[in-house]
């Protein structure tokens, strides 16, 4: 990333392992800096210094549990936690105009309110995969949605490790929803998100979804359009979740000086521009 002027960022979840390569990218990108870091209340490594944790020098940031304090210290919050930690989250930015950028999948209706709620008072900045690749490969598979009628099949199947609590990943549902908004359609009109036993010929412009756990798999997601005497897959893989945390901060120095708002990566990647 080319640098920016001196951000002040803040992280969430700082012991956790997303927790971690975020500090560790933050320090390691020019025009950033960090300035704060956070964990839940009773947490063993409170008191820690953020660095050290991350396996860095000491940086002189210890980890509390006071996120008040973290959003007013910080320009841009970096949020890859739990759906329920994410929402208290989102109120604590609006609260003290703090921009806001979530990695955190699994959200339900409730907390996705909450989030256009404090997008009302700031910046925020959503989406199920921050990896700019992912996003890419969002907008080529709406795209060939578009172009290809529901003659061609759609299935989407996704691997995660064995620690990954959320099925369907985020990501796989973001391709889905970009899939559907390719075709005109609602997700939920047409996902198959299991399938077991005799469930009878698959039914024309369903969009389905395989999730596979085990391993240390960081993430694995192909969208595959299957018609009659061809096939056509579009595959990302992630080695490292370092790609993750570099597109947290490229959204990170996109909110700068931008109204409140609840955005997405297309919007920082600006993808309307190439229309």
């Known amino acids: 990333m080319a640098e920016t002027g001196n951000i002040n960022i803040g992280v969430t979840g700082a012991a956790g392992k997303m927790g971690g390569v975020l500090i560790r990218e933050v320090c390691d990108t020019p025009g950033f800096s960090l300035v704060a870091a956070s964990e839940i209340a009773g947490h063993p490594m409170l008191g820690r210094d953020a660095g050290e944790l991350a396996g860095l020098a000491t940086l002189a940031v210890p980890v509390k549990s006071d996120t008040d304090a973290l959003f007013a210290a910080s320009d841009a919050v970096l949020d890859f936690t739990l759906p329920g930690a994410t929402e208290g989250h989102s109120q604590c930015a609006a609260r003290h105009g703090t921009a806001l950028i979530i990695g955190t999948t699994g959200l339900d209706a409730t907390h996705q309110q909450a989030l256009e709620k404090a997008g009302q008072k700031t910046a925020i900045v959503q989406a199920p995969n921050m990896s700019l690749c992912v996003n890419l490969l969002m907008r080529l598979a709406e795209q060939a949605a578009a172009l290809l009628d529901d003659a061609y099949d759609v299935e989407i199947v996704e691997m995660h490790h064995r620690h990954k609590v959320d099925a369907p990943s985020g990501t796989a549902l973001g391709l ?19 399938r077991d036993g005799v469930t009878g010929p698959r039914k024309r412009g369903a969009i389905g979804f395989a999730a596979l756990r085990g391993g240390d798999v960081v993430g694995d997601h192909s969208v595959i359009f299957a018609a009659d005497g061809e096939r056509l897959e579009l595959t990302h893989k992630a080695a490292s979740r370092q790609t993750y945390a570099r597109g947290a901060l490229r959204a990170a120095a996109w909110t700068d000086g931008k109204p409140p708002g609840l955005y997405t990566m297309a919007d920082v990647l600006e993808f309307s521009a190439l229309s």
């Open 176 to 194: 889905g929803r970009a899939v559907a908004q390719g075709r005109g359609v609602t997700l939920d009109a047409v996902a198959e998100r299991g």
